[in-house]
Structures are given as structure tokens and as C-alpha cells.
């Protein structure tokens, strides 16, 4: 079973859990998947005669779908590859606690919390984990510390999953509750849950989550980043002079970080941005090229760099920094309108023009092309210009 396989295989218990969330005995008519470690094939775990049966009780439930579990995953007892990916032993199978009683038990008499249950799918699938110091398999339990470590490990998984694949954010957090029961300090937790915050808009909450990342884990260059980050985002939502108190924090904050990973380019930009929130244009032209020269390939420290050459009016050098930053990343109209706009600044105009014709076809948004057209291409009436010197004059 190679890689793909396991993912595939792990996938397959999502679609489990998604059925057992309103479980209860018609679940047995459901067509529930498991991956075939032969053929890489999803097999549905009810043979087509066991869809229609009727079950009374939960105990002929569990006789079926445990004969029905232990079918389809028993080539894994033996599947040294899947041995090595997951570097523990998979052995299935104790009657007694069988997947299916596990799942049954916890959600006919709602015993738990039913995100405790994807943990427990995996915890059996895992039930026997290698012991290195005696070279015997050992049998898991919930008063075993690993048992906890191997839930948050398989809850986390799957959160981050989401995190990066679906942008569900809300659920995310959902997920992470859990973990948070078993492990309150665990900082990865915490700080994906602190960029669901943010993701959310949810900015002070955010920053008091980091906070405690920062109090955890001070030697981690990414909880100061992460605390920095949320101070200057409650800062931009509300730029008022009694909400500059954010900005310095958040400087501060970042020098924190910067003493723990000086070469850190995400804590270097943060840097620039506060420089320019401060309109210390040089001193921020100068953050970003030192975070260039730590990573050359770096596409935010370029985007950047150009912005803050273009708040100085050197048109010339911003130019040069968006049409490196589109090498990176052809397909960026936020760099394309900049692009663009430095040409007009430097009246260029031709070559301006040629690259909105360019941008209209390829572009995803137009209303930055029709923004551009506005301010470069549009002449004002005569009429109008009068009017706006006559009220200047006034």
C-alpha cells in the first residue's frame, strides 16, 4: 500500500463518521467504504443481500458489521508497507472491542463527545502500537498516554486538512475543541485554531490565543509571528490614533520573534509593513530587501519591496521588482495592476495600454483594469476642472 493508498484509506473513515453524526440502526441499509489495500478500489463494506436486512438490536448490528470490517481490513495484519508509513504496527481486530462496538456503545448510549469518536476509529485501527525497549506489541488503552497523543494526532490531521483544502474554518475550531480537552497547552493546536481566528476576522481572539502560544513556547519564532500578525490586523479594521498602542506592540512583538529566528523572512516583512504603517518609507524599503537577500525566491518580500518603492516614487525600481514578482507568479493581478500603474507613472503609457489589452483577456477581475482606465485614461471635462479650482480657490 503506497502513500496515496493510506490517504485514501483514511478518507474512507471520514465518509464512516459523516454516516455515524445522525446514527442510529437504519446506518446498516448505507453503503459504507473502506479502501481494498489490493486494488486500490473503494469496496462497499454491506454486500448488496445485507443492505435490505432489518436489525432490532444493536448486538446483530455489530455481529454484521464487525464480520463485514474485519473482511475488508485483514490485509492490513500483514502489509508491512503500511507498517513502515505509519512507523507503528497495524493489527486489527479484538472481538471484544471491535471498531464497531466502539462506535456503537459511544453513539446509541451517548456516552462522549462524538468528535472523541474519529479518534477512537483511528485509535483502533492503531490498537496495538510497537514497543522498541521490549520488542512485544502492546495493547493501547485510554489510560495510555500514546492513546491520547495518537487522538490528537488523527483529529489534527484531519483539521489541517480542511484548514488548507476547504477553508472551513468554523469547523476547524470544531475539531481542535476536542484536542484542546486532552492537551490545553498544545501549541500547534492552539495556533491553528489562532489562524482560524484570523481567517475569521476574529482578531482579538486571535491575539489572546497567541498570547498564550507566546507564554507556551516563547523559543518559537511563529507564536510571535502569529501574536504580531493579529495586533496589526485589530489595527487595520479601526486605524485610529488611540489604536496605534497596537502597532507598537505588535513591533515589539516582532522583534521578539526576530531574537529568537533573525533570518525569519514572514517576521522581516511584518517588519516592512509596520515601517510603512509608520510612513518610514526608506527604513521599510530597507526591511524588505534584507528579507530578499535571506530568500532571493521569496514572493511577498518582492511584492513588498516594489509597493514600498512606489509610496517613494521610484517608479523606475518598482517597476523592476513587480515584473520579478510576476516570474514568480504570472497569474497575480494585484502585481499586475501595479505593474501597470508604475508604466503610467513613468509615462509609459504605450506599454501600459498594451498590458491592460493583455489583462482583459486573462484577467479573473476587471474592476482593477477599469480602475486604472479611470485614473490614467479617462480625460476629465474642462467644465469639471473648473469647477474643482473655482472650490480649491474658495
Same mark, same amino acid.
Given at each position: ?178 484536542? !484542546? $480537552? +486532552?492537551? #490545553?497547552? =498544545? ?12 481567517? *475569521?476576522? @476574529? ?122 514578482? !510576476? $516570474? +514568480?507568479? #504570472?497569474? =497575480? ?12 507613472? *513613468?509615462? @509609459? ?46
Amino acid at each position: 500500500m503506497d502513500s496515496n493508498q493510506v490517504h485514501q484509506f483514511y478518507k474512507s473513515h471520514n465518509h464512516l463518521i459523516d454516516r455515524l453524526n445522525s446514527f442510529d440502526l437504519e446506518v446498516s441499509r448505507e453503503l459504507l467504504y473502506i479502501v481494498d489495500t489490493k486494488s486500490n478500489k473503494n469496496l462497499p463494506i454491506f454486500y448488496p443481500n445485507q443492505r435490505d436486512i432489518t436489525f432490532d438490536n444493536k448486538d446483530e448490528l455489530k455481529t454484521v458489521l464487525s464480520g463485514a470490517f474485519k473482511k475488508n481490513l485483514e490485509p492490513l495484519q500483514t502489509d508491512e508497507n503500511i507498517k513502515n508509513i505509519f512507523q507503528i504496527h497495524f493489527w486489527i481486530y479484538d472481538p471484544e472491542s471491535s471498531l464497531v462496538f466502539i462506535i456503537i456503545a459511544e453513539k446509541l448510549e451517548q456516552k462522549g463527545l462524538f468528535a472523541k469518536i474519529t479518534g477512537k476509529i483511528d485509535c483502533e485501527i492503531t490498537m496495538y502500537v510497537y514497543s522498541k525497549e521490549n520488542n512485544t506489541l502492546v495493547s493501547s488503552n485510554e489510560n495510555d498516554p500514546r492513546f491520547n497523543r495518537l487522538i490528537i494526532q488523527n483529529l489534527f490531521k484531519e483539521a489541517e486538512d480542511l484548514f488548507y483544502s476547504d477553508n472551513e474554518y468554523k469547523k476547524v475550531e470544531s475539531i481542535l475543541v476536542h484536542c !484542546l $480537552e +486532552m492537551a #490545553p497547552n =498544545d501549541v500547534k493546536v492552539l495556533t491553528l485554531i489562532a489562524r482560524c481566528k484570523l481567517f *475569521l476576522s @476574529e482578531f482579538e481572539s486571535a491575539e489572546d490565543i497567541f498570547k498564550k502560544t507566546t507564554e507556551i513556547a516563547p523559543n518559537d519564532a511563529k507564536t510571535w509571528l502569529g501574536l504580531a500578525t493579529a495586533q496589526m490586523e485589530i489595527f487595520k479594521i479601526n486605524p485610529r490614533k488611540e489604536h496605534f498602542i497596537y502597532v507598537e506592540s505588535s513591533e515589539q512583538n516582532v522583534d521578539q520573534g526576530l531574537a529568537v529566528d533573525p533570518k525569519n523572512t514572514e517576521l522581516i516583512n511584518l517588519k516592512g509593513g509596520i515601517n510603512m504603517v509608520n510612513q518610514d518609507y526608506q527604513k521599510a524599503e530597507e526591511t524588505f530587501k534584507l528579507a530578499l537577500e535571506i530568500n532571493p525566491k521569496d514572493f511577498n518580500s518582492q511584492k513588498n519591496l516594489g509597493l514600498s518603492l512606489m509610496t517613494q516614487n521610484k517608479f523606475e525600481e518598482s517597476k523592476h521588482c513587480f515584473l520579478k514578482g !510576476l $516570474e +514568480m507568479r #504570472p497569474k =497575480d493581478e494585484t502585481l499586475a495592476f501595479r505593474l501597470i500603474q508604475s508604466h503610467f507613472e *513613468l509615462d @509609459e503609457t504605450e506599454i501600459a495600454i498594451n498590458l491592460m489589452e493583455e489583462w482583459k483577456v486573462k484577467a479573473h477581475q476587471i474592476d482593477w483594469l477599469e480602475e486604472l482606465e479611470m485614473s490614467y485614461l479617462t480625460e476629465v471635462p474642462e467644465e469639471l476642472l473648473k469647477e474643482n479650482l473655482e472650490d480649491n480657490n474658495q
